[in-house]
């Protein structure tokens, strides 16, 4: 239990230090000044500042966070009027602070942490690609089990026995067995198998008309064999990006699934989880490894980068959303109805997250497992 709760903690951590590490390179990049660039959460244990950035160790043993000169919680930005003349921050301090820079200036700080969640993930997958490698469908298909009676029995199949051909035509997939045998019930069909001992064979089956559901035209269960598939270092990164670019949009599916979902059946749907079910798949998978725990971050990772780039105000594609529309009517939106809208954005993200929660604690009382078996 407690490894688990340390490298859950320590998964969160990584996601969103890589996240705020996106906002305080690009903010460098522009000349912004960085106020502070937070460890954890406040309040603050202790602090050290290296020329004009604070950087301190939090209290709250989650994530981190970057305080922009002249950025408020609304994202318009705006400076404190100081108490004394000599704190009057000058022309130059002005043009340093956030609110100051061109518009894509601030575009691009902002969308730079969605941009690091995502490079994250692609750099993980790209190592585990070429380092560990990836399981993937291998091109032989064997027989697992056989129904006593039914036709594979009868024509002397036997486990173990690896499908070659049906009908001279080459097998590479379970899924070609089972729509062949479909398409030609009670036709004589001629397979060519190789046993276990490396001896080619050819058997002759008639998948029957009539059968149990849950036995087959063939009465056989097969399955395909599976590889590891390691990619050159050079090459991984392109077949990284490319997985990522997959992943990224399952889950963009999915959570429009869990808005339809939430909004027409009021329910969470299947295999949705929040910190307490993400904390209980982290025990999982430490259980299963390294290269499970870093797949997981990769997953988290592009979920992170995802949800933080929807135009939802409180996050990062809310300030985008209001950056955009400064840009298209050049003019700053006003503070206080910004300030309001992210307010309200939090209240809803807070409330989901609440609602995801009481899920997972349902689940967990009801002794649902958090992945599907």
């Known amino acids: 239990m407690l490894v688990t709760i340390i ?46 950035t604070l950087y301190s160790l939090n209290w709250l043993p989650i994530g981190g966070f970057v305080k922009l000169y002249g950025e408020d919680e609304a ?45 994250l993930a692609v750099a993980i997958i790209s190592v585990l690609f070429s380092v560990v490698g990836v399981p993937m469908p291998g091109n032989k298909v064997t027989v697992n089990a056989i129904v006593k009676g039914a036709p594979a029995d009868k024509a002397g199949l036997k486990v173990g026995d690896t499908i070659i051909s049906v009908d001279k035509t080459s097998i590479t997939s379970a899924e070609q067995v089972v729509a062949y045998a479909r398409n030609h019930l009670g036709e004589k069909l001629t397979i060519k198998i190789q046993t276990p001992n490396s001896k080619f064979q050819i058997v002759k089956i008639a998948p029957r008309k009539v059968y149990p559901a849950d036995e087959g035209p063939m009465g056989i269960a097969i399955s395909q064999n599976v590889i590891t598939q390691k990619y050159p270092w050079y090459q991984a990164p392109f077949v990284g990006t490319w997985e990522a670019l997959k992943e990224t949009w399952l889950i963009a599916s999915g959570l429009v699934m869990l808005v339809i979902q939430l909004f027409t059946k009021g329910i969470v749907p299947q295999g949705v989880a929040g910190p307490i079910g993400i904390a209980e798949l982290t025990g999982v998978v430490v259980g299963l490894g390294p290269s499970a725990v870093l797949s997981l971050v990769s997953l988290l990772s592009l979920n ?14 809310g300030r985008l959303f209001f950056i955009l529309i400064e840009g298209v009517f050049r003019k700053k939106v006003n503070q206080e109805i910004e300030g309001y809208a992210h307010m309200i954005g939090m209240i809803i993200l807070l409330g989901l997250i609440a609602l995801i929660t009481l899920h997972d604690l349902f689940r967990i009382i009801t002794g649902q497992p958090i992945l599907p078996k």
Not at 39 to 44: D, E, H, K, T, V
Not at 100 to 108: D, E, S, T, Y
Not at 304 to 317: E, F, K, M, Y
């Open 7 to 52: 490298v859950f903690l320590v998964i969160l951590s990584v996601l969103v230090l890589v996240h705020e590490a996106g906002h305080f390179f690009v903010a460098k990049l522009f000349g912004i000044k960085v106020e502070e660039f937070g460890f954890g959460l406040p309040p603050r244990a202790f602090g050290k500042k290296f020329g004009e």
């Open 75 to 119: 994202g318009a930005g705006k400076l404190q009027i100081p108490n004394s003349k000599s704190e009057i921050p000058s022309s130059k301090e002005i043009k340093r602070a956030f609110f100051a820079k061109p518009i894509w200036q601030r575009f691009l700080v902002v969308f730079a942490g969605v941009f690091m969640n995502f490079v």
């Open 304 to 317: 992170l980068a995802i949800i933080n780039v929807l135009p939802i105000p409180a996050l990062d594609g």
